[in-house]
């Protein structure tokens, strides 16, 4: 078998930074995301971008090509795309191939695996390099509900591409700023890229996902919490299988409802509203409390890039009020309160 020569690995030695992030012909900004994410994150770890003609998803770095980028010392190419299908298409295969021949790694979070293109294989074994596919699962066992030790927070939405990634690193992030023991549980492509490791849940078969989220997030004496990215939406017909998952896998202590205003439909169902707030906070607690009772909510994070500095303001107060919870931007207001709340409900 050709994956046998060039196996995709989960060891993030296979794939160290610098970064070449590839975003091709990325129509939006949401099919860059993973660029994006990591752009965001882990700046320090980036070097430049590769992008087509017809890219409008571009990031705040130098453009350059595979020659250039090795030379400034990236050493994998990252494909930060992700696409409708997650298909790797004829004229990203050949920069794939370019990125192989010019000394650099490749990883992909896409479905569609770099170990599956005969010529990428060999492009990679040619030149010495790795490839590695995100979306590789690890083997996991099946759930078993059993408690465990240690405190767990998940984010939960109202929709798929919220923000719940992005809520999920910044709750980390602020949580660590006041001396807290507090570790990001990637569950998607880019914050597997953004943490050196994770698990994609989505690629994981449906009777293994709560054992993949109780093998991700294990028990923990430390006094410190585990914060799960969540995924999905109970709400979307599409991709409520797993959400419900990782609720059930992740015995969630604390949930944070993760919400963009002003969105019309369901991602890619325009025959599907937008669910209340109220309605998805209500579905999430009564779904979590199958394996943890005592789940609370603590806040709620709004995705209000659409909308002006006052604008954010008044959404954030409507839902506080709306549902008794700190609502807050976690790009454009941090999450000061929503901690505050954590730290009240769980006292250290």
Partial sequence: MLTQH????????TWPPPFLLYLGNAPDELAGKTARGLAQFRPQWCVGQFRGPDCNSPLDLPVMDFAQA?????????????????????AAIGHVVA???????????????????PEIVE??????????????????????GLRRAGRRL????????????????????EMRARGLAADFRATGQTGIFI???????????ADFISGGIEWLSPARTDGG??????QGSLFHPSFAGVSLGLLHGAQPDALVLCHEPGRAHMRGLPHYPVPSLRDTLEANLTAARLTNPDVVAVGVSLNTSRHSEAEAERLCTQVEDELGLPARDPVRHGVGPIVDRLLACFPQ
């Fill in 6 to 13: 060039v196996p995709a690995s989960p060891d993030a030695s």
């Fill in 70 to 90: 090795r030379a400034a010392g990236a050493n994998t190419m990252i494909v930060g795309v992700a696409n409708a299908g997650g298909r790797l298409d004829a």
């Fill in 99 to 117: 990125a192989l021949d010019a000394g650099m790694n490749v990883a992909s979070g896409l479905h569609d695996r770099l170990t599956g293109y």
């Fill in 123 to 144: 492009a990679a074994r040619r030149n010495g390099r790795h490839l590695f596919d995100a979306r590789v699962p690890p083997a996991t066992p099946v759930g078993n």
């Fill in 154 to 173: 998940l984010t939960v939405g109202t929709d798929c591409s919220v923000g719940k990634m992005y809520a999920t690193l910044v709750l980390e992030s």
């Fill in 195 to 205: 943490a050196g490791r994770g698990i994609p849940i989505d690629a994981v078969v």
């Fill in 225 to 230: 919490w585990d914060l799960i990215e969540g």
